[in-house]
């Protein structure tokens, strides 16, 4: 395993260095800040601001990245969401839509402040469930200039209708049903239950095959953190179900969208319909023979030359 726990070593072109600051609930989040080897203090670099997958840290795709992204002249900053990872009450594993979007508009206020950063520069890649959390945090905040997804979820649209919009009433209803029971259990513990992990110590790669692929990097050395678990508290699921992340996508119209996806992934649908629900200017680029996980780590398929060809475009506009 790399030293420190990230997936992947550092470039020696860049620098990263720790940062923490305070959401508008009063949470820290612990964060990095990746910058170009030759990085000046006195000059104005354009920023990105890298979401992880639900469930990950920053140690893992958010900084691979911001390796990549730092060597080609940005500045970067990655974080972990509040109540998971290194941030605080990291432990506690809660998650909510208002949280995860709270997270992206704390980084751009703390980015955004930095004397070296050029505040008309600042993007936002989401990647995996990140990505709708990214784009919600631009529906309603124009300092953020442009935003880019890999392999996005949609956290709020599956917990309320189920991985390919298969969920039933009947079955809404039975899961509504058991949180609010457990909700009972865990007030009377203190202890809140979570959910099963998203991503299997085990598995039958034909019977589960997006657990197979959740489960070759969160679960093997790959990509394993000790505070990436792929869990949430059960009770969590309440606030997704209630709350929509990607409705009135219609307010970025003017502000550049760049969805990418694997042609072979399971999550293609999310991208591809917010592709149609989003205004222009937008664009669905397709990364020949790759899944949903080959964009968080792999360096052979995540098209980091058509990020910075985007961003560059969107920042000189």
């Not at 505040?119 to 529906?139: E, H, N, Q, T």
């Amino acid at each position: 395993m790399p030293k420190d726990n990230y997936i992947f070593d550092l470039s020696e072109n860049v620098t990263r260095a720790p940062a923490s600051f305070e959401t508008r609930f009063g949470v820290t989040l612990s964060a990095d800040i990746y910058t170009p080897a030759d990085f000046d203090q006195t000059a104005r670099y354009p920023a990105l601001i890298v979401g992880a997958p639900y469930g990950g840290v920053k140690e893992q795709g958010p900084g691979v990245y911001a390796n990549q992204l730092a060597q080609m002249g940005y500045v970067v900053l990655t974080f972990d969401p509040a109540w998971n990872g290194a941030s605080e009450g990291g432990t506690k594993h809660l998650s909510s839509p208002d949280q995860m979007v709270e997270d992206f508009l704390a980084c751009v206020d703390y980015i955004g402040t930095r004397p070296y950063v050029d505040r008309d520069k600042i993007g936002v890649i989401g990647i995996c469930g990140s990505g709708g959390f990214a784009l919600s945090a631009a529906k309603v905040d124009p300092r953020i200039k442009a935003v880019a997804t890999a392999s996005m979820y949609d956290i709020s649209r599956m917990q309320k209708n189920g991985f390919g919009d298969s969920m039933s009433d009947d079955d809404r209803l039975a899961t509504l049903k058991t949180i609010a029971e457990q909700r009972w259990a865990d007030y009377e513990s203190g202890d809140p239950v979570l959910t099963g992990r998203g991503a299997p110590l085990t598995w039958d790669a034909e019977e589960n095959p997006v657990g197979a692929e959740f489960g070759e990097f969160y679960s093997r050395p790959r990509g394993y953190h000790h505070r990436a678990i792929a869990q949430f508290t059960m009770s969590s699921t309440q606030s997704w179900m209630n709350f929509a992340l990607l409705d009135d996508l219609e307010w970025l119209a003017g502000r550049p969208i760049l969805l990418i996806m694997g042609d072979g992934a399971h999550s293609r649908y999310f991208s591809e319909d917010v592709y149609e629900a989003a205004p222009q200017p937008k664009e669905l680029f397709i990364v020949e023979d790759a899944n949903h996980v080959d964009l968080y780590d792999k360096l052979d398929k995540i098209p980091f030359e058509k990020l910075n060809a985007f961003f560059t475009k969107a920042f000189a506009g």
